[in-house]
């Protein structure tokens, strides 16, 4: 983005944002066009502070900003309505989509299709839709868009489509091979499973199970080990 631009009426969504200075606030907001933004909202935390309010996660929001350098200038937001409040496991399921994206994305790196996949699943959570296929769609999604995401369905070794019944682990930024004997400690799928994936079909249980299983060890690795906070917690809601 060149320097000292002004951005009108983006879509955008709130990602995360903290306190700065006495009255303001720093705004990370995933856009539409422009990917992930650092935005300082100033004097956002006054009583009478047209952005007190607005600035909330998992609202559609349309921002305005201006100003060069890591850190831009928000200037105006508006609430674009028509997104239910989320609550309970669905709110912490959507934190969980935030800080994948803060953690793996950079910043002013657009993603237009990713940020109307990111819209769908919270629309989808707030909708009450069952959780984790909405959670694995997201994280392919995520994968794809970034560039992590190897062939699926095609086997890294041979080229052809894997076959449905057979056993295959995943070998990180090459993609499926046949599972040996001595697979023990990789994660193992089948091929229907790797089918399903790479058609975004969640029908079958196994599917959803060894997908959570693939694509988290695949998230950790990207992340560099990094632990996730919202991962922690939902895990914790889960037991209670």
Known sequence: MSPKQRIDQQPAFVLHSWPWRETSLIVEVFSRDFGRVGLVAKGARRPQSALRGVLMAFQPLRVDW??????????????????PLLQGRALLCAYYLNELLVR???????????????????ADL???????????????????????????ANDAQTGEIVDPAGRYVY????????????????????????IDLAQNA???????????????????????????????????????
């Open 66 to 83: 201006s100003g060069g350098g890591e850190i831009k200038t928000l200037v105006r937001a508006e609430w674009q309505g028509g997104q």
């Open 104 to 122: 793996l994305s950079a910043r002013e790196d657009p993603h237009p299709v990713l940020f109307e996949d990111y819209g769908s699943a919270l």
């Open 126 to 152: 707030a909708r009450q839709t069952a959780a984790a296929p909405v959670l694995r769609r997201f994280e392919l999604a995520l994968l794809r868009e970034l560039g992590y995401g190897a062939g699926l």
């Open 171 to 194: 070998i990180i930024e090459k993609g499926p091979v046949r599972a040996t004997l001595d697979a023990a400690g990789q994660v193992v799928v089948s091929g229907q499973t790797l």
């Open 202 to 240: 969640f029908e079958r249980p196994e599917t959803l199970a060894q997908g959570k299983q693939l694509l988290r060890t695949l998230i950790h690795h990207y992340l560099g080990g990094q632990t996730l906070q919202s991962r922690r917690v939902l895990k914790e809601f889960q037991e209670l």
